[in-house]
Structure formats: C-alpha cells, structure tokens
C-alpha cells in the first residue's frame, strides 16, 4: 500500500510559514523515504516522520557587541538542536548576513541524515548568526564571537551539543569561541571542533570536507569506470571547502578551471595550479580579499562581477566534466542546471549544503548525470568532527595520515551504503534516495527505540 507524505508536508508548510529552505530540505528527505514507508509500517505507527521536523529544541538569542568606532551593535544568534537520537547535537556555526530561522532549521535537518550517514554516534544541530565578519578587525570579530558564547555556552557541552565552524566561522572564530568558553565554563573539554592542533585539534579539519568531497565523487567515478584524471572541473566558492576541493582534484589528475565568491567569480582556462591555489588561499585566509584580485595577480584570466539580475549563473556555463558547488545553498537553479547539461557535464557532486534546486536535481538524473548529494558528499568535515571528538575524549592526537584513511574510508563507506539502498528501494544509482534512505531508517529506528522522547 502505497503511503503519501503530502499531508505531512502541507502541515510542515502551514506549521513553518515562509521557511521555503526548510520546507525544501524535508520535502528532498521525504519523497525519498516516501518510497518505503509501506515496508516500515511502524514508522507510520510512531508517527516518526512528524517528529522528525520538530526541532527537539529552538535557542535563539540577541548578540551584543561593540565595533571600532565605539558603537554597539546587535546581531542575532541561533542553535537548532534538530535530534539526538543517535548522540550529541553536532553541526557547524554559520555567520552570514543571511541567517534565518529557516536556513538553520534546513541545516540541522540535513545535518541529522549527514551524521548518520558518517556511522558515528552523533545527533544533529545548526547554529549561527546574521552577524557579517567580512570587513571586520580582528579585535571586532573577538568582541562578537566572545558576545556570542556568552549565551551560547548555556546550551552545548561535549555530551550534549559541540557545534563547529560552518561559513564565515573559520579558526579565528572558533579559537576566540573556544576561549570565552573555556573562561566562562573553567573546563578544557571537546565542546567545539575545528580547533587548532595545538589545543585540542585535529590535523586534516580544515581540509576534511574538501577531500572527503572529492574522495566520495571519486568513488561515484570508479564505480561508472571512470576517474578524475585529465577531466575539466567547475568549482564554486573559495573558502575552506573549495579551496581543498581544488587541491585534491590536482592531486588527481583534474584540471579546475573556476572559482567564486559573493562578488563574481574567475575563469582560468589554463587550470588553477597549486600555485595559484596558494595565491587563493593566502588571498582568502590570510588577506580576506575579493576573488577579483586573482585576475590582478593573473591578468590572462576571465573574471565577471555577478550581476545584480540574472536568471542565470554564468559560472555554470562553460563546458566542463564535472561541476562541484562549494559555495551556499540553492546556488544552481533550473537555467544552470539545463546549461551544465548542455556544455556537457558528466558529473555533480554537492560541496556546499543543498547547493542544486530540486528541479535541477531532478533534470540530472533524467539526462543520465551522475549526482551526489550533499548530505552524503560533503560528510566529510562533520567526520573529522567526529574524529577530533574521539581524540579529545582520549587525550591522544592521530597523526595525518590515520586521519586521512578514516576520512577515506568513512566517505568511501557512505556511496557504497548509499549505493545498496538505492538499488534497494529506489533506482540503481540513485544516489540521493539512496542517501535519504539509508540516513532515515537509521534515525528512525534509534528514534522508536528510546520511546516518545
């Protein structure tokens, strides 16, 4: 017997008005797991589907703080603490001026299926602020992040939520996060990821979502038959994802020939070399420059300011192999994906968080691209994550490379799962129902097992 989830979503729609990134998020989730839900009668039952949109908890809070010429200024901050079924609430801090209710709770719902997926024992959150660190001294982003904690430390701890970095929270914010923290709370404890190796860190965080990204769309290629070895790579964003998205595929044998920020982006026929990355690196990290200055560096390169209007994104046109989003949500739309297939793209996989529209999504798959999505593709930051949990709860630090074969196998263990599911339940190679299954059941199952909670 067939089972609809559309009475679900029209009253997560009626419950959650003008949340349109949330309601996308549970909507992807849904049509997938709507497919089996007449073999697991019992998550019928335990009405597992309307529990899993209500965040089990909601903290949002006024934010404080005095900037460099003396005046104050209030931010918003938010936690979304989505499910602990299957352990602590752990997702990253967004600050960005588009901060919203909806886009945390569509965060942390995505983040409870990514967590699962990893195969460790962790719940899922989102948190954040519509505070803006672009521009901004040093001195004023440590008088935020300490303004920020000052609330926020009420509500994590290292059994209960350890939230990380996520846009525009990098290791400068988490360090002066972890700071007022461990002054407020007098304890040295895991509460936050993405720490430096000095104190507490992991090696290999801040390249883990890059690597894991390329390691699982990797995988998605040998399994077609195929590799990265002489393929032309499309590549969005320049922060921390993109840029060791970048360094991997080189490492690889491709050849990437864009990158972008929210002010344009550049296209460099030639391919962005690990010279040049380092350029990027040193620009974005170390600077906190525009994309732009690449072409100053670089003058035989394209750059194109993005366009107040557009219906489309010029980035997404050129003829490439494979595209993989690293910037922010929702960055391909239906135009952009029908222009990725016409210049001949092979393969998507998603970097940033729920980076391609549902009808995008749904036109790759009827022209035969191979997709990877993101809360299986981009597990690879909140795996190391989970990776830095286990080396603070033990006091001993891994080296590199046992890091790297983790992230390896741990991303390499999410296509194959997501792979039999597929083939399964739904379409072989489906890999999006695939994912949303296999993270499901998971949740679900642990979710009936602790009771009405």
């Not at 039952?45 to 949109?53: A, D, G, P, Q, S």
């Not at 008088?143 to 939230?163: A, K, W, Y």
């Not at 366009?307 to 050129?318: A, I, Q």
């Not at 983790?406 to 194959?416: A, F, P, Q, R, V």
Request: hydrophobic share 35%; charged share 25%.
């Amino acid at each position: 017997m067939f089972v609809s989830v559309d009475p679900i979503l029209n009253e997560v729609v009626q419950k959650n008005p003008n949340e349109r990134e949330f309601h996308q998020a549970v909507t992807e989730v849904f049509r997938s797991v709507e497919k089996v839900m007449d073999s697991f009668p019992h998550f019928i039952y335990h009405k597992v589907l309307e529990r899993m949109v209500e965040p089990e908890r909601v903290v949002m809070f006024r934010v404080p703080w005095v900037d460099d010429n003396d005046q104050l200024q209030i931010n918003r901050g938010y936690r979304v603490e989505m499910n602990s079924a299957l352990g602590p609430y752990k997702g990253g801090l967004r600050f960005h001026p588009s901060v919203n209710l909806s886009i945390m709770k569509f965060l942390a719902f995505e983040q409870t299926y990514k967590n699962s997926l990893t195969g460790l024992s962790l719940g899922g959150g989102k948190g954040g602020s519509d505070f803006d660190p672009k521009g901004k001294s040093d001195l004023e982003v440590m008088r935020f992040c300490q303004s920020f904690m000052s609330e926020l430390f009420r509500h994590i701890g290292e059994n209960t939520d350890v939230p990380a970095g996520d846009t525009g929270v990098g290791g400068r914010e988490i360090g002066f996060m972890f700071g007022q923290y461990k002054r407020l709370t007098n304890e040295f404890t895991g509460t936050l990821t993405g720490k430096g190796t000095n104190w507490g860190g992991s090696y290999l965080r801040p390249e883990a979502t890059g690597y894991g990204l390329v390691y699982y769309a990797a995988r998605i290629l040998e399994h077609a038959g195929d590799s990265f070895e002489g393929k032309t790579c499309l590549v969005s964003g320049s922060g921390n994802v993109a840029q060791f998205t970048v360094e991997k595929l080189n490492q690889l044998g491709a050849k990437v020939v864009t990158l972008s920020d929210s002010s344009g982006y550049i296209f460099d026929g030639d391919g962005i070399d690990d010279e040049k990355l380092e350029f990027v690196k040193n620009l974005k990290n170390v600077k906190r420059g525009r994309i732009g200055e690449y072409k100053e560096k670089y003058p035989n390169v394209e750059y194109h300011h993005n366009p107040d209007v557009s219906d489309f994104n010029p980035l997404w046109n050129h003829k490439a192999d494979c595209a993989l989003p690293c910037a922010t949500q929702n960055e391909i739309n239906e135009k952009d994906a029908e222009n990725l297939v016409a210049n001949g793209i092979k393969l998507v996989v998603e970097g940033a968080n729920m980076p391609t529209c549902q009808k995008g999504v749904e036109l790759f798959h009827e022209k035969g691209v191979l997709f990877g999505p993101a809360k299986a593709a981009n597990a690879g930051g909140v795996a190391v994550s989970g990776l830095e949990m286990a080396q603070n709860g033990s006091r001993i630090p891994w080296t590199r490379e046992k890091v790297d074969q983790e992230l390896l196998k741990i991303m390499t263990n999410i296509h194959d799962m997501s792979l039999e599911y597929a083939e399964r339940y739904s379409d072989a190679g489906n890999y999006v129902d695939g994912a949303n299954i296999a993270a499901f059941i998971k949740v679900a199952d642990s979710m009936i097992d602790q009771g009405y909670v």
